[in-house]
């Protein structure tokens, strides 16, 4: 074998070598960082401050090569102590929930939240969705064990200074309470304010002494509510049709005596603080003769025994039905309400028992509605099943034809772009000193402003796809399914899981609106009473 045939076998066998370059890491997904921003009074600083930290966080995120602006939300001028009142708390926290936010921005505790509790359930919530929120001027990250720690040790300070302004509050009113100084910022009906105390307002004390007098008599409540209405003076809050609760107010009122009961309510401690009624809580102080009277005492007096006597003979009255807030009439729109007739009950139109002028719907036999819904069902059972099984068919179709939306989430998204677009150029103008920065707050603020508003119309479109009405379909179903297949006399557990209210469309009709929406009407046979 020659040398030239043993090089040639050499290089045959020589391996070839592939070079792989390694993975490209510039599809790796940015991090989506939003921030949160509040102001706690309406003054033009603040409103000034509320703008620069919208500017000043749409600049530090754009300007972070690994961040992606998700949304920057901001609640202005209204209490901290209270999450239920920040409308931009909570739809971020729903954007976290819904996987579009993985990093928080907020500049001080305070500023998240000024309730301990909220402000621990809230950091919980997140860190379990793997959102991490960061506080700057603490230098607090949640994504590092201690955080949370140090989270509650400054989210119970800000409290503190919270509960230290309401304790002073506090402190003034029951100090100048046990003076007997304290002094409504409100005078009740009859009575007018002047330079603080409370002086008689003749035209409206003459209605006050009529509604004694007519109580006197022995009229119920309905009755002088209607009477007074006919007289054309309007109520305390200035409207013109009295209600039987206006009526009842005045007649316990112990103003009208010439006295005043101070500290009737008080505001809770515990946050958030509503008002409740002191039944005891806290001391109370009476105040005799403390203003001029309007009715005298042994009048005042006389009628609160008559209503402590009317309050001992109806306490039995008060029954709750399961057609209690169900029936409704369809010609004006009232509720019906549950009355005894000669031993038998009758669901009556309020507007129509009122003044049969303005409503023309006659009492209902309870019986006839009983009937009504056995006959409801039985259709239900036997016919109804079907039906039900091709609605909620039909209802998936038509969820996946509405995916056609998504045409609208795709401008929405691409307007959102633009906007991100232009806040990168403000800032950088802004940086460069061509930008006044008035013009930069002013200009980023329209910008900011049109982002939510294109931010809440792509909320608005996806909520309309999460469509409730199958499940509800199906669950109508399943009680159909598993119920009797005759019912003998009224199942109020049925009704309950069946209907969600009775429309009287007339003297002779009922319509069931069941739990999905779908509505049945049923025929009632009135009887002559």
Request: proline share 2%.
């Amino acid at each position: 074998m020659s040398g030239k045939e043993k090089t040639n076998g050499s290089l045959a066998m020589a391996p070839r070598v592939i070079t792989i370059p390694a993975a490209s890491q510039e599809n790796t997904r940015k991090l989506r960082v939003a921030a949160y921003a509040r102001v706690s009074s309406n003054s033009e600083d603040q409103k000034h401050s509320f703008a620069a930290q919208n500017a000043y966080y749409s600049k530090l995120i754009t300007g972070n090569p690994d961040w992606e602006l998700a949304d920057i939300y901001a609640d202005q001028g209204i209490t901290g102590t209270s999450i239920d009142k920040r409308d931009d708390f909570l739809r971020m926290m729903e954007d976290c929930r819904k996987g579009r936010i993985d990093r928080i921005l907020v500049k001080s505790s305070s500023r998240f939240a000024h309730n301990t509790k909220e402000s621990l359930e809230a950091v919980r919530e997140l860190a379990a969705l793997g959102v991490s929120v960061y506080f700057e001027e603490q230098n607090i990250d949640t994504a590092q064990v201690s955080g949370e720690v140090l989270i509650a040790m400054f989210a119970a300070l800000a409290q503190r200074e919270s509960e230290a302004i309401s304790e002073r509050m506090r402190w003034s009113y029951r100090t100048r309470i046990d003076k007997g100084r304290f002094s409504t910022n409100k005078a009740p009906f009859g009575y007018m304010l002047a330079d603080g105390r409370l002086e008689i307002n003749t035209e409206e004390a003459e209605v006050v002494k009529e509604i004694f007098d007519m109580s006197l008599q022995g009229e119920s409540i309905s009755d002088i509510a209607k009477r007074v209405s006919k007289m054309d003076i309007p109520t305390r809050d200035k409207t013109s049709y009295w209600q039987g609760s206006s009526i009842l107010y005045i007649l316990h009122n112990e103003k009208y005596a010439g006295d005043c009961l101070l500290q009737k309510t008080y505001t809770a401690q515990e946050l958030p603080r509503f008002r409740k009624r002191n039944l005891g809580k806290y001391r109370q102080v009476f105040v005799k003769q403390s203003h001029p009277a309007i009715i005298e005492r042994e009048k005042f007096e006389r009628v609160q025994e008559l209503l402590k006597r009317k309050r001992i003979a109806f306490a039995g009255d008060s029954v709750s039905t399961p057609f209690s807030k169900k029936i409704k009439c369809a010609e004006c729109g009232s509720t019906f309400r549950l009355k005894k007739v000669r031993g038998k009950n009758y669901w009556t139109c309020m507007a129509h028992e009122k003044d049969v002028h303005k409503c023309s719907m006659l009492p209902l036999p309870e019986e006839q509605v009983l009937q009504a819904f056995l006959r409801l069902y039985y259709k239900l059972k036997y016919y109804g099943i079907g039906v039900l099984t091709q609605l909620i068919s039909d209802f998936h179709a038509a969820k996946t034809g509405s995916l056609l939306w998504s045409e609208n989430i795709v401008e929405i998204n691409k307007q959102i772009s633009d906007i991100a677009s232009q806040e990168r150029l403000l800032t950088q103008l802004k940086q460069q000193g061509s930008v006044d920065p008035d013009i930069f707050i002013s200009r980023g603020n329209l910008l900011a402003e049109r982002r939510r508003e294109l931010k809440l119309q792509k909320e608005r479109i996806l909520r309309s796809e999460e469509d409730h009405t199958i499940q509800q379909t199906q669950d109508l179903l399943d009680v159909l399914e598993s119920g009797p297949d005759w019912l003998d006399d009224f199942d109020e557990q049925l009704f309950s899981d069946l209907v969600e209210k009775i429309v009287v469309v007339d003297n002779e009709k009922l319509r069931f609106r069941l739990l999905n929406g779908l509505e049945v009407t049923e025929k009632i046979e009135r009887t002559q009473r």
